[in-house]
């Protein structure tokens, strides 16, 4: 995981045209992320939205996942590890300036191959830039030299001493700024004009650092040690631009402009950066400020600028690395700061939210008090600190309450309750026992609340009290049903039941006025956890508990019972502080690790992190408030963000996947010329292993800063899997003991609002067979087999044949047995003493009574005769020679072949009236005692009797 570092830095600007955000949120990347040097000189973008970053020892390329780090020593090109900038061409090419000469990158080497003249390096490369005819302008050490990539020259164009920069200026022309003045010259690189202090109005050095032309048309240039220029060329003259108050000499020394799409400029220097306002004549600077983690950047010196696609300006630092921020608020997101300025908050984490009924936002924070706020304007109106004169008592405020008079209730840790009168602006002091002074249990007020008979009902770590108007005082309620309850939280539902959140393993109570009865909900009844922090009833009715580390639990009125979502479900985490329902009846929930949207229609979450605007991702107890206009408030541990959903954005940028990397057993293989990869892994299209290969893993990434890393990314390989797999934010994908064949591996992605990515990835992957499972083993193995069999065959063949005989000769027999006596006739016909005759008649009659009995069996037939099975068996095969079963079922058979006469009966139907359970095993035995199937039969046996009755007839 990256290091990063957030930072929040305090701009003001008084003019709406180029307005700041108030606080921009800072991260950074160094060598503890990857970099290969916190010194960065320069830094670009690709069309896949991939970073390059030059740096004093090492190039760098960061895909908003990884940090892959070229070096000197790596033989990939690169003349030196002292990268001094960075260009990217229309068509994508990316030239690399070093301290020995200019290098480009080839992509389908992932090496670099340098740019000569006369065949030699290029001097130190400062500056790269191409012009609108695509010709790229080199400035080095010893003057401009030209690369025309149609023709693949170099030329010398002007000799001149160290350059420090060129720009297009008025489309036709280039500005060069070396350490002998400003040059302007023509596309073919011509000297047209030079400008110097010799000739130039207000110019206070020769030796200049940089030029810049905004879209305004104004050019700017920074003079060494004299700082910011605005530089007008018709009447050659320079009007200096302060970039600090005291005009610091760290601010003089400037290194880099860029321009906001505000037409906002900011200004690297030694002392932060500065944003200039040009229509205003403002500059605001952001500095590093090591007393204040809060408000600093990573460091003091930043040497370059660059506003990405994304506007998301990143700073490359002198020792720090790069810093990054986004430019404008995208989301919708908005934040309240802790401070000491004008509508900053005077208070830091955030303990409760109340509107009363004025209008008038009341804010609550730990150890700091008390302040309001006009909702509409976000104007800090009042600040009540603690323990001041005629003002709160000492101790955190929790709650906050409005009672019928309009008086302000407070609820403190240990001091109690504080009442303010409006009118008067006197506090009153109400302890909730008056026995008890400074007391942590009942003296600790953590839920004031008024319900809709104006009736006030104090929480406390100690039960539960209600106000009396009358006596002034408060009462204990349900002290023996409730106990000695942590009350955190109370509210009421629309059917006017108190719902009381206990917070220390008590669960939930709910107070029915009508019935006078309280009802407890624990474990037993559905809740995933006994501690109950925050509550909402929904448009639908249905109430939600926010708890701590139990995710959220949801009461159905109707059913009495809960539902619980969590980190299972997307939940980032199982500690819920605030419930919120928007106007669009999504539900919002402040956690531990930012802010969560559940979609009620399709049942998913959308998390909000710092990447989408939130200030703080750690949010706060009791700190959650919808307002009229349907905007959402969630405190937090450094200050306040609110949203109105409605108007939230949604993160339209695309996400580019690239595969970053292809192992085989946790190894990267490396690029070879006739090895499994011959170029880079993400130019690749098909890879072909041996089978001990068939073990892989393939690294991939979706580019897209702004959605910090956070995507759905979703694979499957053809010929193993048949669907889409949905793997998270997981950016590694491992196969292991797959079967020799071809594959492709299909990738997709949706960024952090599922927005899908622009493409789709694929890789063939061929796994060969081993030489033992190669057709050719497998055409020895078959010989070795036949002659086996061949062999086995001869030794054999004689007893199976005699075997077989011998088989269908009883078979034979016993079929001719069954045919012939399982008519009963036949059977009676033989010749049988009286007593075999009579058992023999018995036997048949049972068998016949019950044909239609699924059950009939041995066991029945034993049973109706009363003797055992073993009998039964002996006296049948004596008598008849056949088994029970065998004579139950050719009776049944004889049955099926009368039946079959009756032509409005079907072989099913009769199937199951002679007792078989499935007419597909009826037909199975009929085949094999006559050699037909039951249709067969049939229709041939009727075709003889139809025969018969013409032949009688005629």
């Given at each position: 995981?990256?290091?990063?570092?957030?930072?929040?830095?305090?701009?003001?600007?008084?003019?709406?045209?180029?307005?700041?955000?108030?606080h921009?949120?800072?991260?950074?990347?160094?060598?503890?992320?990857?970099?290969?040097?916190?010194?960065?000189?320069?830094?670009?973008?690709?069309?896949?939205?991939?970073?390059?970053?030059?740096?004093?020892?090492?190039?760098?390329?960061?895909?908003?996942?990884?940090?892959?780090?070229?070096?000197?020593?790596?033989?990939?090109?690169?003349?030196s590890?002292?990268?001094t900038?960075?260009?990217?061409?229309?068509?994508?090419?990316?030239?690399?300036?070093?301290?020995?000469?200019?290098?480009?990158?080839?992509?389908?080497?992932?090496?670099?191959?340098?740019?000569?003249?006369?065949?030699?390096?290029?001097?130190?490369?400062?500056?790269?830039?191409?012009?609108?005819?695509?010709?790229?302008?080199?400035?080095?050490?010893?003057?401009?030299?030209?690369?025309?990539?149609?023709?693949?020259t170099?030329?010398?164009?002007?000799?001149?001493?160290?350059?420090?920069?060129?720009?297009?200026?008025?489309?036709?022309?280039?500005?060069?700024?070396?350490?002998?003045?400003?040059?302007?010259?023509?596309?073919?690189?011509?000297?047209?004009?030079?400008?110097?202090?010799?000739?130039t109005?207000?110019l206070?050095?020769?030796?200049?650092?940089?030029?810049?032309?905004?879209?305004?048309?104004?050019?700017?240039?920074?003079?060494?040690?004299?700082?910011?220029?605005?530089?007008n060329?018709?009447?050659?003259e320079?009007?200096?631009?302060?970039?600090?108050?005291?005009?610091?000499?760290?601010?003089?020394?400037?290194?880099?402009?860029?321009?906001?799409?505000?037409?906002?400029?900011?200004?690297?220097?030694?002392?932060?950066?500065?944003?200039?306002?040009?229509?205003?004549?403002?500059?605001?600077?952001?500095?590093?400020?090591?007393?204040?983690?809060?408000?600093?950047?990573?460091?003091?010196?930043?040497?370059?600028?660059?506003?990405?696609?994304?506007?998301?300006?990143?700073?490359?630092?002198?020792?720090?690395?790069?810093?990054?921020?986004?430019?404008?608020?995208?989301?919708?997101?908005?934040?309240?700061?802790?401070?000491?300025?004008?509508?900053?908050?005077?208070?830091?984490?955030?303990?409760?939210?109340?509107?009363?009924?004025?209008?008038?936002?009341?804010?609550?924070?730990?150890?700091?008090?008390?302040?309001?706020?006009?909702?509409?304007?976000?104007?800090?109106?009042?600040f009540?600190?603690?323990?001041?004169?005629?003002?709160?008592?000492?101790?955190?405020v929790?709650?906050?309450?409005?009672?019928?008079?309009?008086?302000?209730?407070?609820?403190?840790?240990?001091?109690?309750?504080?009442?303010?009168?409006?009118?008067?602006?006197?506090?009153?002091?109400?302890?909730?026992?008056?026995?008890?002074?400074?007391s942590?249990?009942?003296?600790?007020?953590?839920?004031?609340?008024?319900?809709?008979?104006?009736?006030?009902?104090?929480?406390?770590?100690?039960?539960v009290?209600?106000?009396?108007?009358?006596?002034?005082?408060?009462?204990?309620?349900?002290?023996?049903?409730?106990?000695?309850?942590?009350?955190?939280?109370?509210?009421?539902d629309?059917?006017?039941?108190?719902w009381?959140?206990?917070?220390?393993?008590?669960?939930?109570?709910?107070?029915?006025a009508?019935?006078?009865?309280?009802?407890?909900?624990?474990?037993?009844?559905?809740?995933?956890?006994r501690?109950?922090?925050a509550?909402?009833?929904?448009?639908?009715?249905?109430?939600?508990?926010?708890t701590?580390?139990?995710?959220?639990?949801?009461?159905?009125?109707?059913?009495?019972?809960f539902?619980?979502?969590?980190?299972?479900?997307?939940?980032?985490?199982?500690?819920?502080?605030?419930?919120?329902?928007?106007?669009?009846?999504?539900?919002?929930?402040?956690?531990?690790?930012?802010?969560?949207?559940?979609?009620?229609?399709?049942?998913?979450?959308?998390?909000?992190?710092?990447?989408?605007?939130?200030?703080?991702?750690?949010?706060?107890?009791?700190?959650?408030?919808?307002?009229?206009?349907?905007?959402?408030?969630?405190?937090?541990?450094?200050?306040?963000?609110?949203f109105?959903?409605?108007?939230?954005?949604?993160?339209?940028?695309?996400?580019?996947l690239?595969f970053?990397?292809?192992?085989?057993?946790?190894?990267?293989?490396?690029?070879?010329?006739?090895g499994?990869?011959?170029?880079?892994?993400?130019?690749?299209?098909?890879?072909?292993?041996?089978?001990?290969?068939?073990?892989?893993?393939?690294?991939?990434?979706?580019?897209?800063?702004?959605?910090?890393?956070?995507?759905?990314?979703?694979?499957?390989?053809?010929?193993?899997?048949?669907?889409?797999?949905?793997?998270?934010?997981?950016?590694?994908?491992?196969?292991?003991?797959l079967?020799?064949?071809?594959?492709?591996?299909?990738?997709?992605?949706?960024?952090?609002?599922?927005?899908?990515?622009?493409?789709?990835?694929?890789?063939?992957?061929?796994?060969?067979?081993?030489?033992?499972?190669?057709?050719?083993?497998?055409l020895?193995?078959?010989?070795?087999?036949?002659?086996?069999?061949?062999?086995?065959?001869?030794?054999?063949?004689?007893?199976?044949?005699?075997?077989?005989?011998?088989?269908e000769?009883?078979?034979?027999?016993?079929?001719?047995?069954?045919?012939?006596?399982?008519?009963?006739?036949?059977?009676?016909?033989?010749?049988?003493?009286?007593?075999?005759?009579?058992?023999?008649?018995?036997?048949?009659?049972?068998?016949?009574?019950?044909?239609?009995?699924?059950?009939?069996?041995?066991?029945?037939?034993?049973?109706?005769?009363?003797?055992?099975?073993?009998?039964?068996?002996?006296k049948?095969?004596?008598?008849?020679?056949?088994?029970?079963?065998?004579?139950?079922?050719?009776?049944?058979?004889?049955?099926?072949?009368?039946?079959?006469?009756?032509?409005?009966?079907?072989?099913?139907?009769?199937?199951?009236?002679?007792?078989?359970?499935?007419?597909?095993?009826?037909?199975?035995?009929?085949?094999?005692?006559?050699?037909?199937?039951?249709?067969?039969?049939?229709?041939?046996?009727?075709?003889?009797?139809?025969?018969?009755?013409?032949?009688?007839g005629?």
């Amino acid at each position: 995981m990256r290091t990063i570092t957030y930072i929040f830095v305090l701009l003001f600007c008084a003019v709406a045209a180029n307005a700041l955000e108030s606080h921009f949120v800072f991260k950074n990347l160094s060598n503890k992320d990857g970099l290969s040097h916190n010194s960065i000189r320069d830094i670009v973008q690709e069309e896949s939205g991939i970073l390059w970053i030059a740096t004093k020892q090492g190039l760098n390329k960061y895909d908003s996942y990884r940090i892959k780090c070229y070096y000197e020593e790596d033989s990939v090109g690169i003349p030196s590890n002292f990268t001094t900038c960075l260009y990217i061409t229309k068509s994508n090419r990316l030239f690399v300036g070093t301290k020995k000469g200019l290098t480009e990158y080839n992509r389908q080497l992932d090496n670099f191959s340098p740019v000569l003249f006369e065949g030699k390096a290029l001097p130190a490369v400062s500056t790269i830039i191409e012009t609108q005819s695509g010709s790229i302008f080199i400035g080095t050490q010893l003057g401009i030299y030209v690369y025309r990539p149609t023709q693949n020259t170099v030329q010398f164009a002007l000799p001149q001493n160290e350059i420090t920069s060129i720009i297009e200026y008025n489309d036709d022309k280039l500005l060069a700024t070396s350490f002998s003045g400003v040059h302007l010259l023509n596309q073919e690189g011509i000297l047209l004009e030079k400008y110097d202090t010799s000739n130039t109005k207000g110019l206070p050095t020769n030796t200049i650092n940089k030029a810049f032309a905004d879209k305004a048309g104004n050019c700017w240039i920074a003079a060494a040690n004299f700082g910011l220029l605005r530089f007008n060329l018709k009447q050659r003259e320079c009007e200096k631009i302060k970039l600090s108050k005291n005009d610091l000499w760290e601010t003089k020394t400037v290194h880099d402009i860029r321009e906001d799409l505000d037409g906002n400029l900011w200004i690297c220097s030694n002392k932060g950066v500065s944003v200039f306002m040009p229509a205003a004549k403002q500059c605001k600077n952001i500095r590093q400020a090591a007393n204040n983690p809060d408000k600093d950047l990573n460091t003091g010196a930043t040497y370059c600028l660059f506003r990405s696609k994304e506007d998301i300006m990143w700073m490359g630092t002198e020792f720090g690395g790069v810093d990054y921020t986004r430019l404008s608020n995208s989301k919708g997101i908005f934040n309240i700061y802790p401070g000491n300025e004008k509508n900053e908050l005077p208070l830091k984490t955030i303990f409760n939210l109340y509107k009363d009924s004025k209008g008038i936002l009341w804010i609550a924070a730990k150890d700091g008090g008390v302040c309001t706020m006009n909702p509409k304007t976000k104007e800090i109106l009042t600040f009540y600190p603690y323990g001041g004169k005629n003002s709160l008592s000492p101790g955190s405020v929790h709650t906050i309450s409005e009672d019928r008079d309009g008086n302000l209730w407070f609820g403190h840790y240990k001091s109690g309750i504080d009442i303010l009168n409006p009118t008067t602006g006197k506090f009153k002091r109400l302890s909730v026992s008056s026995e008890i002074n400074d007391s942590i249990t009942e003296n600790s007020v953590y839920s004031i609340f008024k319900d809709s008979q104006q009736q006030i009902w104090v929480g406390t770590r100690l039960g539960v009290y209600r106000y009396s108007y009358e006596k002034q005082i408060l009462e204990p309620f349900l002290t023996k049903e409730l106990g000695n309850a942590f009350i955190y939280k109370i509210f009421e539902d629309n059917t006017g039941k108190i719902w009381f959140c206990i917070r220390l393993g008590g669960g939930l109570a709910c107070y029915n006025a009508n019935t006078g009865t309280l009802k407890r909900y624990d474990l037993q009844d559905g809740l995933s956890t006994r501690k109950i922090i925050a509550s909402t009833e929904d448009s639908s009715g249905q109430i939600w508990f926010g708890t701590i580390d139990g995710g959220v639990n949801i009461f159905n009125p109707k059913t009495d019972s809960f539902n619980q979502l969590d980190m299972n479900d997307g939940l980032p985490n199982n500690t819920v502080y605030g419930i919120l329902e928007a106007n669009d009846g999504n539900i919002w929930l402040s956690t531990n690790q930012g802010i969560s949207k559940y979609n009620v229609q399709n049942g998913t979450f959308r998390n909000y992190n710092l990447d989408d605007g939130l200030a703080q991702i750690q949010f706060s107890y009791g700190s959650y408030l919808k307002d009229d206009d349907g905007t959402l408030y969630f405190g937090h541990i450094n200050g306040l963000s609110y949203f109105n959903p409605a108007e939230l954005s949604v993160n339209n940028i695309k996400p580019y996947l690239v595969f970053t990397d292809f192992k085989l057993a946790n190894e990267s293989v490396k690029l070879t010329k006739n090895g499994i990869l011959t170029r880079p892994i993400n130019q690749t299209e098909r890879i072909t292993l041996n089978y001990s290969q068939k073990a892989f893993t393939i690294d991939f990434a979706a580019v897209n800063h702004l959605s910090g890393g956070v995507n759905n990314f979703y694979y499957y390989l053809d010929g193993f899997e048949d669907s889409w797999m949905k793997v998270g934010n997981k950016t590694s994908a491992t196969y292991t003991n797959l079967k020799p064949g071809t594959y492709t591996f299909y990738l997709k992605a949706e960024n952090n609002d599922r927005v899908e990515s622009t493409n789709i990835k694929r890789l063939e992957i061929t796994i060969r067979a081993p030489f033992y499972l190669s057709i050719w083993a497998y055409l020895f193995y078959l010989s070795v087999l036949l002659a086996v069999v061949y062999y086995l065959y001869r030794k054999v063949t004689i007893y199976k044949e005699k075997a077989a005989l011998e088989r269908e000769r009883l078979e034979a027999e016993r079929l001719k047995a069954l045919n012939q006596l399982a008519d009963f006739g036949a059977i009676m016909e033989c010749n049988f003493q009286d007593n075999d005759k009579a058992f023999i008649e018995k036997v048949t009659t049972i068998i016949k009574e019950n044909i239609e009995s699924k059950t009939l069996n041995t066991d029945v037939l034993a049973k109706e005769l009363g003797i055992s099975k073993t009998l039964l068996y002996q006296k049948l095969k004596k008598l008849v020679n056949m088994s029970g079963s065998d004579l139950i079922q050719s009776i049944r058979l004889k049955r099926s072949i009368e039946l079959m006469a009756d032509t409005n009966r079907n072989i099913s139907d009769i199937a199951y009236e002679v007792g078989f359970s499935d007419p597909n095993y009826f037909g199975k035995v009929f085949n094999k005692l006559y050699k037909k199937s039951p249709s067969a039969f049939r229709k041939e046996m009727l075709a003889k009797a139809k025969h018969s009755e013409e032949k009688s007839g005629s």
